[in-house]
């Protein structure tokens, strides 16, 4: 499925060249989930994030090769790289309320992950069930655009007040009331086909009442739900695999248990392959088929969930799993693991 | 000493009431309900729940940073400094001062308890300047650096030239400058990677055994708790569910709950008994207004959703709402007491 040959990435910064990424090789394939594991700053997330070409402007892929189902996407064209996230890698993050934007409602930030990679089925369902397939055009524009134009109105309005010639207000009155009247109108619309689908894709991750759930703001909702969500877009878009950079970090263990099961029961349903990137050992044990260990940009060691906690071979493993605490009262072994970071 | 108790909790409640915009009170959140706890001196006691169960309001009233609505912390002789009474509640603004150098707090994030602005040497001197204890504060600060093994060379630097873990170093060494006898501990680890973290752990077990220091340990993280714990209280709801010895508990849990807790936490054992608790944390707000006040009892639809997902998957689990039921707290064994129905 995702496959990366020698991946280097470097950061450029004004204290000098920061290697994240030393040539990483890495092997998801079809319907598997895979755990990278690793401290912070060995390169994990990097790793996913020049896969999908979010770096920030500082950093570089410099070499490597990444194919995504035999397709070679290292050098990806930008309209490229847009069809595949989303499209075909879904992402979920660590923090789900910083993830999702908070002036948008869920229904609208699915919408439009619907609307970018699933216009086709929309409009299908959309003549199938004789509906509308959108219920407005009001995606398409930014809540900003609307803003503007309503504080554009006001500043005039308040102008032609002041200079005593309010009758020269009453044009833009007149746009500020068409659009209210338009909300107006448009709020009583019937579901259009992509709110339907909004709402299948909530179901599907197992939110109840996802009609009152689809018209909430993100900070209505439990941390849990933020984070189903969050699942629910990277889904919405029909990839075929799933980036998930720690997704249960900021959860509480009982609710990280329900996340997990979810991402287990999804990839078992969708038959996707999911890299899960995690700094909890635990975590990859209990989800994961395959887990690779990285230290300073490489990856030390692969192998099965079963081998690796039964039989680690290299060194940094082997610490890694001593320094967890487990049970008994011996003093922890404190691995040394250097400096963070080869400048 | 050790094995005394040095603070008792007694019925302690704190609620914080809620707001209409007229002012007037409609309903209350009820962050703590009526803990029992004691604890004991030159042992750690930890406290476990999940976010929003009530563990910091406790420690922010063992501090009594808020006082507490009803209930009362009894100090032993140990803390008790010649003050009026025995009881927190009772100190004056004086005697709270005097009070304060008997304990010190690590709060959960190093870098938001640190002032970006001052010197290492400012920071970890301030409490003894403060206190008025300026004779030889370099010395003393130097002494207090090397404890938690920094150094000389680290005086006149900032926070941001430190890692994480260094800095948890830090905040440690100035709790530990007015030599107090509790050290309350928010989440000390959970901020750090695990190599990092079991050298903190070591650090604190060292220096518990050096200055003999009781420990309130407040985390998430089960395994950490279990390491450093000879005491463990499971709190949910604003209520201790659960409070037993850290093997005794871990071995024979009685409370769903705590089953629950423990079934999630993710390890290496395969093939354990898996419990999943169902539903997200409920709202901790009680309404005064009567049609609203019960605490949902029955099953939520997500909880229905839920379960219906995993029927045959071979899961345990426990339906969320069914905890809100309150059970009076009752002996299970010797020093293990646990909110279940008695047998």
Not at chain 2, 95 to 119: C, S, W
Not at chain 2, 281 to 305: F, G, H, N, W
Request: hydrophobic share 40%.
């Amino acid at each position: 499925m995702l496959e990366i040959e020698n991946l280097k990435t470097n950061f450029y910064t004004y204290d000098g060249v920061v290697k994240a990424l030393n040539g990483v090789d890495l092997t998801v394939k079809d319907g598997e989930i895979f755990g990278l594991v690793g401290e912070t700053g060995c390169g994990k997330s990097v790793t996913c994030y020049s896969v999908l070409k979010l770096l920030p402007k500082t950093a570089k892929v410099v070499d490597g090769k990444i194919t995504l189902n035999g397709e070679d996407i290292t050098h990806a064209s930008e309209k490229r790289l847009r069809e595949i996230r989303g499209g075909e890698i879904g992402i979920i993050f660590q923090d789900p309320l910083s993830a999702l934007n908070p002036v948008m409602t869920i229904n609208e930030q699915i919408g439009e992950i619907l609307a970018l990679h699933q216009d086709e089925e929309v409009n299908e369902l959309a003549a199938e069930q004789n509906i509308p397939a959108y219920k407005s055009e009001k995606w398409k524009g930014s809540p900003g655009v609307e803003f503007t134009i309503l504080a554009f109105c006001i500043s005039f309005i308040s102008l032609f007040v002041m200079l005593g010639q309010a009758a020269f207000g009453l044009p833009f009155i007149a746009v500020i009331a068409l659009m209210l009247l338009r909300d107006y109108l448009q709020k009583d619309l019937p579901d259009s086909a992509l709110d339907l689908m909004v709402i299948e894709a909530l179901s599907r991750v197992k939110l109840p009442n996802p009609k009152q759930i689809a018209s909430s703001y993100p900070h209505e909702l439990s941390g849990g739900m933020q984070q189903r969500v969050m699942i629910a877009m990277a889904l919405a878009g029909k990839a075929k695999m799933l980036i998930a950079d720690e997704p249960t970090t900021a959860l509480d263990v009982t609710i990280q248990a329900q996340i997990l099961q979810l991402i287990k029961d999804i990839q078992k349903e969708e038959q996707m392959s999911v890299l899960l990137i995690t700094h909890d050992l635990g975590v990859v044990a209990e989800t994961c088929e395959k887990v690779a260990v990285m230290y300073k940009g490489k990856i030390v060691e692969e192998a099965s969930v079963e081998n690796i906690f039964a039989n680690p071979q290299h060194d940094y493993t082997k610490a890694l799993l001593n320094a967890i605490p487990k049970g008994g009262k011996e003093r922890l072994k404190v691995p040394d693991v250097g400096e963070y970071g080869a400048i | 000493m050790s094995g005394q108790p040095i603070l008792e909790i007694k019925e302690l409640r704190k609620h914080f009431p809620v707001k209409n915009v007229w002012g007037t009170d409609i309903a209350l959140v009820k962050a703590l309900d009526g803990v029992d706890l004691s604890i004991e001196s030159g042992k750690t006691f930890g406290i476990v729940g999940e976010s929003g169960c009530g563990k910091t309001t406790l420690m922010r009233t063992l501090l009594r940073l808020v006082n507490p609505s009803s209930g009362s912390v009894l100090l032993s002789d140990q803390i008790n400094d010649d003050f009026s009474s025995n009881r927190l509640e009772n100190l004056s603004h004086e005697e709270l001062r005097k009070f304060r150098r008997r304990i010190g707090v690590v709060f959960q994030d190093p870098i938001g308890a640190l002032n970006p602005r001052m010197l290492i040497k400012d920071i970890v001197g301030e409490p003894l300047v403060i206190h008025g204890k300026t004779e030889h504060l370099r010395e003393r600060v130097i002494e207090l650096l090397h404890n938690v093994g920094l150094g000389e060379e680290h005086l006149y630097r900032y926070p941001h030239e430190f890692s994480g873990g260094q800095r948890q170093r830090i905040v440690i060494a100035r709790a530990l400058a007015l030599e107090p006898k509790i050290i309350v501990l928010d989440e000390p680890t959970s901020a750090l990677d695990v190599s990092v973290q079991a050298q903190i752990l070591n650090l604190l077990n060292d220096l518990q055994e050096k200055y003999e220091l009781t420990y309130i340990f407040i985390s998430h993280d089960l395994s950490v708790i279990e390491y450093m714990c000879d005491r463990l209280a499971v709190m949910y709801l604003g209520k201790v569910v659960e409070e037993a010895d850290t093997e005794e508990l871990f071995s024979n849990p009685r409370h769903p709950y705590t089953k629950a807790l423990l079934s999630a936490t993710p390890s290496f054992e395969k093939d354990r008994e898996k419990i999943m608790i169902l539903g997200d944390v409920p709202s901790p707000i009680a309404y005064l207004d009567e049609s609203k006040a019960k605490l949902a009892t029955e099953m939520t639809e997500q909880e229905r959703l839920e379960i219906k997902a995993i029927e045959g998957k071979g899961i345990d689990y426990i339906v969320r709402s069914s905890l809100n039921e309150v059970l009076p707290l009752v002996k299970v064994s010797r020093n293990h007491y646990a909110r279940v129905k008695s047998q």
